[in-house]
T-cell receptor, first 118, second 108 residues
Framework: GAVVSQHPSRVICKSGTSVKIECRSL??????MFWYRQFPKQSLMLMAT?????????EQGVEKDKFLINHASLTLSTLTVTSAHPEDSSFYIC??????????????FGEGSRLTVL | AQRVTQPEKLLSVFKGAPVELKCNYS??????LFWYVQYSRQRLQLLLR??SRESIKGFTADLNKGETSFHLKKPFAQEEDSAMYYC??????????FGKGNQVVVIP
């Protein structure tokens, strides 16, 4: 099946710094990727939809200036957490629609990136 | 708005016993329903979708539009079924809304 890879899998940073997380589709082109955030023992919360070559669409309540998303190519989307604070510590997961027919609805998920802000 | 409800967080069952995970949804349009599974230390992956009407690893789920439910069932649980299970819904644009998930523990 289609493979989505995230990097880094873990990152620790100081408060006030920015952190970039990459999401790559390894063997297929992904015009649309999705970024989720997962708090401990809770569900995945959709943050934004990343569209190749255009601006990301953010969900209500998600700060676009805080969570910068860039989808510059068909295989790469990046999430940058700017001026990170401890409350941004979380598990961030990306996903991409697979290369199959448009209406399959199946998403392929990355392994996730755990961000810890000290 | 899309909403998915999974009432029980933790479900413990003995090996060989039936398992049922409940999922109810709220959506004004025509939804597509999915069950995703996350095994220990692995990424989230699709288990099954309602449009396929197939059984995967012995699991089945039937979409009941009258009750707005998409419960996941397996008649005989196996140890390898221990995992987190998430019910998810999309209105057709691939924006998935997830339920809070069920932790299933199969006791040998």
């Amino acid at each position: 099946g289609a493979v989505v890879s995230q990097h880094p899998s873990r990152v620790i940073c100081k408060s006030g710094t920015s952190v970039k997380i990459e999401c790559r589709s390894l063997d297929f082109q992904a015009t649309t990727m999705f970024w989720y955030r997962q708090f401990p023992k809770q569900s995945l919360m959709l943050m934004a939809t990343s569209n190749e070559g255009s601006k990301a669409t953010y969900e209500q309540g998600v700060e676009k200036d805080k969570f910068l998303i860039n989808h510059a190519s068909l295989t790469l989307s990046t999430l940058t957490v700017t001026s990170a604070h401890p409350e941004d510590s979380s598990f961030y997961i990306c996903s991409a629609k697979g290369p199959g027919p448009r209406d399959t609805g199946e998403l392929f998920f990355g392994e996730g990136s755990r961000l810890t802000v000290l | 708005a899309q909403r998915v409800t999974q009432p029980e967080k933790l479900l413990s069952v003995f090996k060989g016993a039936p398992v049922e995970l409940k999922c109810n949804y709220s959506y004004s349009g025509s939804p597509e329903l999915f069950w995703y599974v996350q095994y220990s230390r692995q990424r989230l992956q699709l288990l099954l979708r309602h449009i396929s009407r197939e059984s995967i690893k012995g699991f089945t789920a039937d979409l009941n539009k009258g009750e707005t439910s998409f419960h996941l069932k397996k008649p005989f649980a196996q140890e390898e079924d221990s995992a987190m299970y998430y019910c998810a819904l999309t209105g057709g644009n691939n924006r998935l809304a997830f339920g809070k998930g069920n932790q299933v523990v199969v006791i040998p």
